[in-house]
């Protein structure tokens, strides 16, 4: 089991900053590939971001070069650092853990509100 705990959401002004944060706890991380996925208000759960172990991302081209996420691994942390946020970016942003080998993400945080006003 790989339990997952989500902060640091919040209320923002668009064209603000902010930084969440994912601790997880449990099996060999290492083994996991970590991602934050968001789902805004009557529409389905998006990918967002994802980081493997020795660093390497991948991005939603509708957050390509406004966020970045990264691992701090001796803290079992994941961070995405949302910059130049935008009204449409309102959502319940989700940490999730998948193993690799595998294709579904099987673990999942209980997720955090982000709102940005216009």
């Known amino acids: 089991q790989v339990q997952l705990v989500e902060s640091g959401g919040g209320l923002v002004q668009a064209g603000g900053s902010l930084r969440l944060s994912c601790l997880a706890s449990?099996?060999?991380?290492?083994?996991?590939?970590m991602g934050w996925f968001r789902q805004a208000p009557g529409k389905e759960r998006e990918f967002v971001a994802v980081?493997?172990?020795?660093?390497?991302?991948d991005y939603a081209d509708s957050v390509k070069d406004r966020f970045t996420i990264s691992r701090d691994n001796p803290r079992n942390t994941v961070y995405l650092q949302m910059r130049s946020l935008r009204p449409e970016d309102t959502a319940v942003y989700y940490c999730?853990?998948?193993?690799?080998?595998?294709?579904?993400?099987?673990?999942w945080g209980q997720g955090t509100q982000v709102t940005v006003s216009s």
């Open positions: 999730a853990a998948r193993k690799v080998g595998e294709s579904e993400y099987n673990y």
């Open positions: 980081i493997d172990w020795y660093g390497s991302t």
């Open positions: 449990g099996r060999t991380l290492p083994n996991y590939f």
